[in-house]
């Protein structure tokens, strides 16, 4: 079966809202946006296992398989392309009556996160709700929502957007009160990502200048200051400036330090598929946060660069969908679209700037690539709408309704 009959009823493209249905072609679906998505879930699905296949000898981990995070990883790449599949279906103007209520949604389940009982602890950080078989990450969620909310909010704000009252509180303010509970959880790097998603749709819907000038100064300044008043993020920092020092090396660099080692060990081409020495119990969350310095040493310079192309083409191509909806006068339906490519550009630049030393350590995964449910499915859930996006272009610019 073709991928892209995954994606069609047997008479049609099926209109999930009216019932209508209408014929689809290979031309009316991105095919390659969608091979290139599914090309970076196998290779991430290949690099999870690479990584992990040395956990078991750890006693963490002694209970677990080699197996284990290959099986459950794949298990989440299946999950996601059947959700994908169902929503799909889903027209953007559906996206748009539910962004507000979704995101409300998410926001009480972000609190959830916060009650003693509830909330699932990892490493002093209660970012979880557990539900046995698996855990949820509400904060992924969040990333997707506050897209769809931005973007309808600049929609229906758009007379406003020079306005600093009308305009930009009454988001700024919905964002504030989501980074309060990202940071008593804490998750400042889940809600560095929010805050560049919803700064980049107000800049793209057309907020005055100097205001986005301003504002950006101001948050940058909050940033420094929720650093500089936290010690262990300050130790982060001084350690990030400085990791070869004996110290640093040992404690709050230690990640960063090997990381880097393991980008040395890779040089051009790497020392072969499966043959690191970082990922055996030296690199810390090796199949998560550091996949990407397994890809170093293993693949090298070549594997890293080719992961950097695939990711530059997605964001690339989802501001042209943006474009060419907004040329078209989906303005909600264009917003979105540039909002999941600064969304996936922000927090796959991240994590790289993390693993590659441009940045200090924080708690990003590769999107689409590292080990996690909940950010895979929604990784895919974001770019399904992108796929929508671009599919209601194409019918619209032949002539069909959607």
């Known amino acids: 079966m073709k991928l892209s009959s995954l994606f069609s009823s047997s008479n049609g ?23 290139v998505v ?11 296992y690479s990584a992990s296949i040395a956990l078991p000898d750890s006693p963490k981990y002694a209970n677990y398989k080699n197996s284990y995070f290959l099986t459950r990883q794949a298990l989440y790449i299946l999950v996601s392309l059947l959700v994908s599949v169902f929503m799909f279906r889903i027209p953007v103007q559906t996206w748009q009556r539910w962004a507000p209520y979704l995101f409300v949604v998410t926001l009480v389940v972000l609190a959830l996160v916060l ?29 997707l929502f506050i897209v769809l909310y931005a973007a309808d909010y600049t929609v229906r704000k ?10 930009f509180l009454p988001l700024a303010s919905a964002v504030a009160l989501v980074g309060l509970l990202l940071l008593l959880e804490p998750d400042l790097g889940a809600f560095g990502v929010i805050v560049c998603i919803a ?5 793209l819907g057309g907020i005055n200048g100097i205001w986005f000038g301003g504002i950006s100064a101001t948050l940058v300044g909050i940033f420094s200051l929720v650093i500089l008043l936290s010690p262990w993020r300050r130790e982060r920092i001084f350690a990030y ?6 110290e640093n090396a040992l404690g709050k660099a230690y990640q960063l330090s090997h990381s880097l080692i393991a980008f040395g060990r890779g040089e051009l081409f790497g020392v072969g598929l499966g043959a690191s020495v970082e990922k055996l119990h030296y690199l810390p969350e090796a199949h998560t946060d550091f996949l990407l310095a397994v890809i170093g040493e293993e693949l090298g310079f070549v594997g890293v660069l080719v992961v950097i192309l695939m990711f530059y083409w997605v964001i690339k191509r989802s501001f042209e969908i943006g474009r060419q909806a907004i040329a078209m006068d989906a303005i909600f339906a264009g917003l979105c679209a540039k909002g999941i490519g600064i969304w996936i550009g922000v927090q796959a630049f991240i ?52």
């Open 351 to 402: 994590n790289m700037g993390v693993n590659l030393g441009l940045l200090p350590t924080k708690g990003l995964t590769l999107p689409l690539m590292s080990y996690g449910g909940s950010g895979v499915v929604i990784n895919c859930v974001g770019l399904t709408i992108l796929l929508r996006i671009d599919y209601e272009s194409r019918v619209r610019m032949r002539g069909g309704r959607v």
């Open 38 to 48: 599914v090309l970076l879930m196998l290779f991430g699905m290949v690099m999870v």
């Open 13 to 35: 493209t099926f209109n999930g809202v009216s019932g209508r249905t209408h014929r689809s072609s290979m031309t009316e679906l991105d095919m390659p946006l969608i091979w």
């Open 115 to 143: 009650i003693p009982g509830v909330g699932k602890g990892v490493n002093g950080a209660k970012r979880w709700l557990s539900f046995k078989v698996f855990n949820v990450q509400p904060s992924e969620f969040m990333k």
């Open 158 to 167: 758009q007379q406003y957007m020079h306005k600093l009252t009308k305009g």
């Open 241 to 246: 400036l400085n990791p070869w020092t004996e």
């Open 199 to 203: 700064m980049g749709i107000l800049f």
